[in-house]
């Protein structure tokens, strides 16, 4: 899955080099960064030029919006870079600024909110600061099965055993695993 102000960041691109380079108006980009406008509501031909811009199928782009199955593993990786990008507490503002676990939730985005969630969690926990209350409603929900990275589950099939998925709920961030999410860095997820 593709967070477009993710995508974006990641890419060193701004809104308004966005719409220059895709010929998109700004107050389209601006909009559909802001979630005024539901990218899935747009037309083919927007969703294709802002993903050739940013240089993603238009499957990516509009994955969030869609019932099929998604990838989490780019949705990781642009979590990853931001945080690099940024560093940890310029993310944290960030992050409770535009309020994407709210708006992921509100989507039915679970998988995105409590991992955007448990990172918020994590880096609050390093950093010695309060948690944040405004997802305690969101924050009391897990996942019934566990959810590993792709790269876990390919290596646990071919050497099975290394016992490599018992080896990552060990190694785990406790802020993930308290929703049933693996991970065990948050700064090297590619």
């Known amino acids: 899955m593709i967070n477009i102000n993710l995508l974006l960041e990641s890419k060193n691109m701004t809104r308004y080099a966005l719409a220059k380079k895709s010929g998109i108006s700004y107050s389209t980009i601006r909009d559909i960064c802001t979630y005024k406008t539901a ?54 503002i960030a992050l409770l600024e535009s309020d994407d ?36 409603d969101i924050r009391c929900h897990k996942f019934e099965k566990l959810i590993f990275p792709t790269g876990i589950l390919l290596k646990d099939s071919l050497f099975p055993e290394q016992n490599l998925k018992q080896k990552s709920i060990d190694e785990c961030i406790p802020e993930f695993l308290e929703h049933g999410i693996i991970e065990r860095s948050l700064y090297e997820a590619v």
């Open 101 to 136: 676990i709210r708006t992921y939730w509100n989507n039915d985005l679970a998988f995105e909110s409590l991992y955007l969630l448990s990172a918020l969690d994590y880096l609050s926990r390093k950093h010695n600061i309060q948690k944040c209350t405004n997802y305690n």
């Open 39 to 92: 990218l899935s509501k747009c037309s083919a031909e927007t969703v294709y030029k802002i993903a050739k811009a940013l240089d993603v199928t238009m499957e990516e782009l509009v994955a969030p919006f869609s019932n099929s199955k998604r990838d989490f593993g780019n949705f990781r990786s642009n979590v990853s870079h931001s945080l690099k990008n940024k560093g940890d507490i310029d993310f944290m």
